[in-house]
């Protein structure tokens, strides 16, 4: 069986291993979610919600058609932590542990498809990183369940506490949103500084990217060892760190002072929160939505204001090598800087000292284009599927499923059959990335015309 894994992986190119390996696991554990053993009533579970159960969980999104909480058993539970789990890490850091807890030499081919999978540029060095990965993250959803007991075992017992904590905080981390405290989720907490708090540091931990952590951590064994001042320090950040963490701190705060300002005097989110929590509750829902899940604040009672500015936090998401979703922070850094140099009239696009590809700014431009196109076809068949539903929902639907977010406006249980499976694809495409999902059904057959380049000629645009 290991030996068949083996030639399977290795068998296809980088980016179809990718996509089998995600899709291989998700059929796998609709399969088991669908035996009676998994769930609380004992019975088999239609199809069609056991796929979506176990797509949702391998793309960490969070959207559910049957209560996490109520409807599955503990083994059900279970399975949909390790999927979360799994689809946190991705099939290829997952593939590549077991290789080395088998003591089974890294080949080059996997060397490539470890590279395609976390994005990094060369290979030196890929399979240290993947144990720093796997190193890492567990030591992260440790600290957070350690932290998430002190409230959760008061509130649930102890046994029961330590199972949500851990639960949660590995769900938090994968940026999952899936939890066990039922329909409202984190509602009940919303004026807890513990859960709110230790969630919105699992969430930015797990979504900022594993290559931004050991860039960070690098600087600071550097600080540590030379005792040079932070600024110098930081100057030798790498250029995607340095992006990424300046168009976080953005989107972080400007999405909760809009939040605050919009919702602050709202019946139905804010209104009856003190200043601090209100504060905690903007800052977790700016955070939640890149791409987390949870929420302590009703989306469907929201203004609509809100829901746009959720909407566009969703569709940004996270960062890449991460567990998070969306087109990427670094894809909306270089975007806007690409935006820029041509705007003045540059040659070259720049940032932080730095000259940035033109592959790297065209890549960011294909990612937002296909993202968009995406998204707006997914939007458009739902309303075709969906007529009763009003086109915000479903907007919303589509955003939180392509950019595996898992938040909704409480629609998802009342989805039709075809419209389940539309989000089960857009949640697989989020998750996979759409570009890569572009390059696996468009990589050129032929080759002849490899090398050569034809006459060029100017075409009107604008």
């Known amino acids: 069986m290991k030996e068949k894994l083996y030639r399977l992986v290795t068998r296809f190119s980088t980016t179809h291993t990718i996509l089998m390996g995600f899709a291989v696991f998700i059929l796998t554990g609709a399969f088991v979610l669908m035996l009676p053993i998994s769930s609380a009533s004992q019975t088999f579970t239609n199809p069609v919600d056991a796929l979506f159960t176990s797509t949702t969980s391998v793309c960490v999104t969070g959207l559910v058609t049957v209560s996490t909480h109520s409807y599955w058993s503990f083994f059900g539970k279970v399975v949909i932590l390790i999927l979360i789990q799994f689809g946190g890490l991705g099939f290829m850091t997952c593939f590549t542990m077991l290789l080395l807890i088998l003591r089974k030499r890294v080949t080059l081919k996997e060397r490539l498809i470890i590279q395609d999978s976390l994005n990094e540029e060369g290979l030196s060095g890929l399979v240290k990183l993947v144990k720093r990965i796997t190193k890492g993250t567990l030591i992260a959803e440790g600290l957070g369940a350690f932290f998430f007991s002190f409230q959760l075992i008061p509130d649930y017992g102890v046994l029961g506490g330590i ?11 994968c940026n999952a949103g899936i939890d066990l405290f039922g329909d409202n989720s984190m509602q009940a907490y919303v ?3 513990i859960i709110s708090i230790v969630t919105m540091l699992l969430i930015i931990t797990g979504g900022i990217g594993f290559t931004v952590w050991w860039d960070i951590s690098r600087i600071f064994r550097d600080w540590l060892k030379n005792h040079l001042g932070i600024k110098r320090n930081l100057q030798h950040l ?6 990424v963490l300046t168009v976080t701190l953005i989107l972080i705060f400007s999405g909760a002072l809009l939040i605050f300002v919009l919702e602050y005097n709202n019946e139905k989110t804010m209104a009856d929160l003190n200043i601090f929590q209100k504060i905690m509750a903007s800052f977790f829902q700016s955070i939640t939505t890149r791409t987390a899940g949870f929420l302590t604040i009703s989306q469907a009672d929201m203004r609509t204001p809100s829901q746009v ?3 566009v936090l969703m569709f940004i998401g996270g960062s890449p090598a991460g567990t998070a979703g969306g087109i990427k922070t670094a894809t909306l ?4 800087l690409f935006i820029r140099s041509i705007v003045k ?4 696009t720049e940032a932080f000292h730095r000259t940035i590809p033109i592959q790297n700014c065209e890549r960011a431009m294909a990612i937002l284009a296909i993202s968009l196109f995406i998204l707006i076809s997914g939007t458009t068949v739902l309303t075709v599927l969906e007529p009763q539903m009003s086109f915000m ?3 919303y639907e589509a955003t939180s499923a392509l950019a595996t977010v898992g938040l909704s406006l409480g629609i998802t249980g009342s989805l039709s059959v075809p419209s389940k499976l539309l989000i089960i694809l857009l949640m697989y495409i989020g998750r996979i990335g759409p570009i890569t999902m572009a390059i696996a059904f468009g990589i050129r057959r032929g080759k002849a015309q490899k090398g050569v380049k034809l006459p060029e000629e100017r075409v009107m645009v604008g």
């Open 345 to 348: 009239g540059k040659e070259r």
């Open 393 to 395: 929902d479903l907007f």
């Open 163 to 173: 199972w949500r904590a851990i639960f949660t905080s590995i769900s938090a981390f």
């Open 191 to 193: 004026k807890n500084p």
């Open 333 to 336: 850094g270089v975007v806007i």
């Open 238 to 243: 790498t250029l995607h760190t340095k992006v």
């Open 309 to 311: 500015i959720s909407i």
